[in-house]
Nanobody, 122 residues
Framework: QVQLVESGGGLVQAGGSLKLSCVAP????????GGWFRQALGKVREFVAAIARNSGFRTYAESVKGLFTISKSRAGDTMYLQMNSLEPEVTAIYYCAVDPRSGAQSLDYNYWGQGTQVTVSS
């Protein structure tokens, strides 16, 4: 069992930035690929970004390319999501996940965090 704990969410004005963190046992993100997803009120959960376990290769949803950056610590115990130029439409609960069973952009991950709320005001 891998426990993931997200933090860094909050309320920010449009145009602002936030950096989310996802803490896991040491080397987790070295052994497994990780991803960030979000779910807005009344909508399905969707892919945001993913980072591969060894190469660190990164993929992003089209809507966040150039605005969000996924990264991980050298120790492999923390995954980050830097979010810039935030707009109200990105308001959602953001979840981190680790160990994809199929594609990195699918929802088919073995472990999920509890989520952190991101709210962007206009």
């Amino acid at each position: 069992q891998v426990q993931l704990v997200e933090s860094g969410g909050g309320l920010v004005q449009a145009g602002g930035s936030l950096k989310l963190s996802c803490v896991a046992p040491v080397r987790t993100f070295g052994w497994y690929g990780g991803g960030w997803f979000r779910q807005a009120l009344g909508k399905v959960r969707e892919f945001v970004a993913a980072i591969a376990r060894n190469s660190g290769f990164r993929t992003y949803a089209e809507s966040v390319k150039g605005l969000f950056t996924i990264s991980k610590s050298r120790a492999g115990d923390t995954m980050y999501l830097q979010m810039n130029s935030l707009e109200p439409e990105v308001t959602a609960i953001y979840y981190c996940a680790v160990d994809p069973r199929s594609g990195a952009q699918s929802l088919d991950y073995n472990y999920w965090g509890q989520g952190t709320q991101v709210t962007v005001s206009s």
